[in-house]
């Protein structure tokens, strides 16, 4: 099976925390569109036969293309792809583009997966990321999608927001789960050098969350969500049982996708690789026929460590006779020591031949995988 | 080859003022090699030292050139451009009859240059004095003449204009080397008075050892004795060094040659030694020679405990071409067995822990190095302490006594006021004060030996912005009040962390270390407590938070390459730490103390 994620690289504003690759230069958008569409073409045969299951519209803003354009993608999609039916696709969304119009023109497109980008549900924090839209049209975004007939729709919560207390989050978290919506993806705020919180933490305006908060309003997520039925399949990642988003959980269970775009990431199985981050460039390039990405080929040790780092972020985890039969290690004679420690901190169990992580475990997901990578 | 024709030279230059690429252009005019085999820096054929920048082994080269219908033979004798080799430096001018002294015309003389034109101006050496880097746009020729005329008392004319860059004046730097610089004057049917100045390791034939013949010729297969070790060989192979060995039947008086002998060890061979023959022995041995001692020493510990045997192997070969490298076994309560090592100084223990890393593949921890003191009990025994945890319980103490070094240090004179402030704070005791020309002063001051190692150098660097250089000899003892302070992480005495201090310093020198091992050390799911103390006081405490979160937000398919690698380099870092108690340490940890400032 084989997923297709394409980058639609604008957006109206920059968010403060941002380090997507994307432009608020609108105007080269139908060039764009038309760049795609040809690299579709060239990239045809990169699925290897196998067919497509998900389609992920992501950005960037992808909400800003129009239905005309979306369809234009969509059907070449369609035309160079063996799609199976029903398959996933999603489009992300910012909740200020979702019109009825709009959320109408998205369903004729064939998208029947809606991610919007709510964040949070205090005006205060949206302002202080500069997000393009307030708090009431993620209220009515949700219910105009809903209403129009999305049932599947997922949201996105940010925590660890220096302003955000526990209260505050409990009550955004209370409110996202009244939207009653399936799927919500939740990240612990990230300061990335080159956003204008990176530099802002660099001249010393902005002062991170201390990780005992972040740590709180994590489990408290994970607690509340829980009640609402909302099962943690991803470090990040909640929802009802079989709503797992199929797209992004094919990265972590290592399927193969292409990434049509700039900067758009793609993976055979074997080797990773990703397009020219630089709009212009990426056009001038597809255009004439000289695809501008950068690979990686990947050795059997990094093969093993991707599986590693992305199954142990999953409620699936790592099965230990897929490391015997595929990287030829045991990984209890190989890391004893390492595994005996982090299941006595309650961070690690096996069960049938898994070896996942508890959510207290979840929170030092990227230790705990260093611990069991290889590296010679 | 006659003595009249040949010249044997060095150059002396500041670090980065251009020797190596200027000598690289002596080679290919002369054509002594190959336009094409020319890697950048010919002379310096450790990778290390390519890095470094720095030659740090000497190495000698034989150039033919003709010149006015002659033929002449020219032989460079590269010397290392660091006070911890300031020996092997001496021994090597001690090989030649005159010297290029190089200053980069952009930055005018260093002290480094200044202490060794003396060392060259003691014996006699004819200088040259070259202007290199005149192709950059900031050069300011005429500043620097003055400076030169001012220090050699040479004319302005002499001076030659050169850029290694361009090529400009390697043909008048070659016919000045020929004009200038007097002849051997040895008399070869003399007996055979040779003159150690360097020796290479050769996995194949062993130590070859290069030599400056004073007096005599020496043959293949003639038997021949090394004064000072006491040691007799056969040379089976006698010859010249042009860019690789080249033998010959002999080797003759004013000439620079090899021998190779059999020889296993470095040890067996040393600098300034005198080669002579077994049975027609010279009278004297050559003036000059001294035992090499070891100034710095330090714990050396594998970080896996497992390759302690691998380690002793590898030191033991880096000693077979590193004579000046001495180690015997330590255990230590925090880091297992390893080894207790002295170096020439902090250049060097760098050296070696690089090198056992290159070419050994040997991941080693190094503690806080320490000089040799001498402590003395109430019982009246002398004991010479190598290591912190050596010295005496204080009420067994009666008195120590620390190695005290002359420092020369010269500078601009803008800069005299910071120096003397930094000397002072290093205890030093101001000597004397020279004006070597308007705006160069010369400071001379007695220092413990121990301040040096402690980051002196990279801070007087700073203070001065790069213009000061210094130079140091030992000149004895001196009773000091010193106290032992220990590291203590989460209530646990660390002993490879202890270091031997001023009681004076003690309270900021433990706050400080206790700071950067904050940094140092990455935080870990739990709260850990540095202490630093002195006997059963602590006199100074950081905490480390707990770590209660250690997880990336997103890892989707654009964020999976980048993360492994990040996660890859975390193991990596792993891999160099080792575990003391239930804390991990980084390998640089044991090293806080020499990078308070950075």
């Known amino acids: 099976m084989a997923g297709i994620y394409i980058h639609i690289p604008f957006c109206k504003q920059a968010c403060h925390y941002c380090d997507f690759h994307f432009s608020t230069t609108l105007h080269a958008r139908s060039e764009l569109v038309d760049a795609l569409v040809i690299e579709l073409d060239q990239r045809k045969h990169d699925a290897h036969d196998e067919p497509v299951r998900t389609i992920y519209f992501g950005g960037g803003t992808p909400s800003l293309l129009s239905g005309d354009e979306l369809k234009k993608i969509m059907d070449r999609v369609f035309d160079t792809q063996v799609v199976i039916s029903p398959a996933e696709i999603t489009l992300e969304a910012n909740p200020d583009d979702l019109s009825k119009n709009k959320i109408k023109e998205l369903r004729e497109a064939g998208i029947n997966r809606l991610s919007i980008g709510i964040q949070s549900f205090r005006d205060e924090d949206l302002k202080w990321m500069n997000r393009a839209h307030l708090a009431h049209q993620a209220d009515y975004a949700v219910k105009a999608a809903q209403d129009a007939g999305f049932e599947n729709i997922t949201i996105d919560l940010i925590y660890s927001i220096p302003s955000l207390s526990m209260n505050d989050w409990r009550d955004n978290l209370k409110k996202a789960i009244e939207l009653n919506v399936p799927h919500i993806s939740a990240y612990s705020l990230t300061i990335e050098p080159k956003t204008v919180f990176g530099h802002r933490k660099a001249k010393g305006l902005l002062t991170p969350t201390d990780e005992s908060i972040s740590q709180d309003q994590f489990l408290a997520m994970v607690d509340l969500f829980a009640e609402a039925g909302l099962l943690q399949y991803e470090v990040s990642n909640f929802s009802k049982p079989g709503l797992e988003s199929r797209h992004n959980s094919s990265y972590w269970k290592g399927e193969l996708y292409i990434g049509i775009g700039p900067s758009a990431h793609s993976f055979d199985g074997k080797n990773r690789r990703w397009n020219i981050s630089n709009n212009q460039q990426y056009m001038r390039g597809i255009q004439r026929g000289e695809p501008m990405f950068e690979q990686e080929i990947l050795t059997k040790e990094m093969r093993y460590n991707e599986y590693i780092m992305t199954g142990l972020r999953t409620i699936w985890g790592v099965e230990l006779n897929y490391l015997r039969d595929h990287f030829g290690v045991d990984l209890n004679d190989l890391y004893p020591k390492e595994i005996s420690y982090w299941k006595e901190e309650g961070k690690m169990i096996e069960k049938e031949g898994v070896m996942r992580l508890t959510p207290k475990g979840f929170l030092f997901a990227d230790r705990i995988a260093s611990d069991l990578f290889i590296v010679s | ?598």
Not at chain 2, 392 to 414: G, R
């Open chain 2, 1 to 598: 080859m006659s003595q009249k024709n040949i010249r044997n030279f060095c150059i002396i230059a500041h670090i980065d003022h251009g020797k190596s690429t200027l000598a690289d252009r002596l080679l290919q005019v002369t054509k002594t090699v190959d336009e094409r085999k020319l890697v950048a820096q010919t002379l310096d054929d450790m990778d290390l030292e390519r890095e470094k920048g720095i030659t740090i082994k000497a190495h000698a080269i034989q150039m033919n050139y003709a010149y006015r219908g002659e033929k002449f033979v020219l032989n460079l004798i590269d010397t290392p451009g660091h006070v911890d080799f300031s020996y092997e430096v001496s021994r090597s001018i001690a090989a030649c009859e005159g010297a290029l002294l190089i200053v980069d015309s952009t930055q005018g003389i260093q002290a480094q240059t200044i202490s060794n034109l003396y060392l060259a101006l003691e014996h006699d050496l004819h200088i040259i004095p070259i202007l290199n880097k005149l192709d950059l746009p900031n050069a300011e020729p005429e500043v620097v003449k003055d400076q030169i005329v001012d220090l050699i008392g040479c004319e302005r004319e002499d001076i030659i204009h050169a850029s290694g860059k361009t090529g400009l004046g390697v043909d008048e730097i070659l016919a000045a080397i020929c004009d200038r610089i007097p002849a051997p004057k040895g008399d070869e049917n003399a007996p055979l008075q040779a003159m150690i100045f360097d020796s290479v390791f050769n996995s194949f034939r062993g130590i070859i050892a290069y030599y400056r013949i004073l007096n005599g010729t020496i043959k293949k297969g003639d038997k021949v004795k090394f004064m000072a070790t006491d040691t007799s060989y056969e040379a089976d192979e006698v010859g010249v060094m042009g860019l690789e060995l080249q033998a010959r039947s002999e080797v003759k008086a004013g000439d620079i040659g090899y021998i190779i002998s059999g020889i296993k060890t470095a040890s067996e061979v040393k600098v300034g030694d005198t080669i002579t023959h077994v049975n027609n022995p010279c009278s004297e041995s050559i003036k000059g020679f001294e035992e090499v001692k070891p100034m710095v020493f330090a714990g050396v510990y594998p970080v896996d405990t497992d390759d302690y045997e691998d380690l002793r192997a590898s030191m033991e070969k880096l000693q077979l071409n590193d004579a000046s490298l001495v180690f015997e076994p330590e255990s230590s309560a925090a880091l297992g067995f390893g080894f207790r090592c002295g170096f020439l100084g902090m250049l060097h223990m760098e050296i070696i822990q690089e090198r056992l890393e290159r070419e050994f593949n040997m991941t080693v921890i190094t503690t806080v190095p320490n000089v040799s003191y001498i402590a003395h009990t109430t019982k009246g025994e002398v004991i010479e302490i190598h290591n912190p945890s050596e010295l005496p319980d204080s009420n067994k103490l009666d008195f120590v006594e620390e190695p005290y070094i002359k420092a020369q240090i010269i500078t601009k004179t803008e800069y005299t006021g910071a120096v003397m402030k930094l000397c002072i704070e290093k205890r030093g005791m101001l000597q004397n004060q020279h004006y070597l020309t308007a705006d160069r002063v010369e400071l001379t001051f007695e220092m413990p030996l121990a301040e040096i190692v402690f980051d002196f150098y990279d801070r007087l660097k700073t203070i001065s912005r790069g213009y000061a250089s210094f130079d140091y000899h030992p000149i004895g003892l001196k009773q000091s009040d010193l106290v032992k302070m220990d590291i203590l992480l989460n209530g646990d005495q660390v002993d490879a962390l202890s270091a031997l201090i001023h009681r004076d310093h003690a309270f900021d020198l433990g706050k400080r270390i206790c700071i950067k091992l904050k940094e140092l050390i990455p935080r870990q799911q739990f709260e850990i407590a540095l202490q630093a103390g002195i006997g059963a006081k602590i006199i100074a405490r950081e905490t480390i938070s707990a770590l209660r979160k250690d997880v990336t937000a997103k890892c989707y398919g654009g964020d999976i390459s980048r993360k492994r690698k990040l996660l890859e380099k975390q193991k990596e870092g792993k891999k160099r730490m080792r575990q003391v108690g239930s804390v991990e340490v980084p390998q640089e940890a044991f090293l806080a103390v020499l990078k308070l400032n950075s």
